[in-house]
């Protein structure tokens, strides 16, 4: 592969290798070569444009100006046509805001998002006020059935059948001997 880009040896001498230099008159007349070839392209350009206009004539079409005025006067059609054929988002108008529309969306799903936040929220506050309220009245139920329980003559039933007697005299303090 390297043969590609290696110099070829030849008998030629060396003053035979590489570019030679242009005379000022060969390269004034290149220049002008170069400058007829543009203008005979322009002219060919010019032509072939004046051939498909009077191919256009020929052919009974509207030419571009009418089909302009056609779709200002049809402004919905040609909105719904682009619309659907995807062309508004390569508008001009569209491509500079992208970086704000993908704001603005971002906002709509964190919007979304912290509303079916706040939903979940709601029904733990919910859940948890009505397990609350179980609790709640589990509490005085219990606490009014210690309260009967702890009245004297229901603990005084109780113990009688221990044989327990509830005493009469009140209770006296025995006092101990300080050594």
């Given amino acids: ?6 110099k070829k040896s030849s008998s030629k001498g060396p003053s ?11 390269k004034i007349s290149r220049k002008e070569a170069v400058d007829l ?14 051939k498909a206009r ?18 200002k006067i049809n402004g919905t059609g040609k909105i719904i046509k682009d619309i ?17 529309l993908l704001f603005v969306t971002s906002l709509f ?15 733990d506050k919910m859940r ?8 709640v009245s589990e509490y005085k139920t219990l606490r009014s059935e210690l309260e009967s329980r702890l009245q004297q003559s229901r603990v005084e039933s109780a113990t009688s059948v221990l044989g327990l007697q ?7 303090l025995l006092k101990q001997d300080a050594k």
Wanted: charge should be positive; proline fraction near 6%; glycine fraction near 6%.
């Fill in 1 to 6: 592969m390297l043969r590609i880009f290696k």
């Fill in 16 to 26: 035979d290798s590489g570019n030679r230099l242009l005379t000022p008159e060969q």
């Fill in 37 to 50: 070839a543009r203008v005979v392209a322009g002219v060919a350009k010019e032509e072939a444009a004046e």
């Fill in 54 to 71: 009077r191919a256009r004539d020929k052919s009974g079409r509207k030419p571009t100006d009418k089909i302009k005025k056609t779709a």
């Fill in 84 to 100: 659907i054929s995807g062309k508004f988002l390569t508008s001009e108008g569209i491509t500079s805001h992208i970086p704000y």
């Fill in 109 to 123: 799903l964190a919007y979304i998002s912290l509303g079916y936040k706040f939903e979940n929220i709601e029904r």
């Fill in 128 to 135: 948890t006020e009505r397990a609350l309220e179980e609790v």
């Fill in 166 to 172: 509830q005493p009469i005299s009140p209770p006296t």
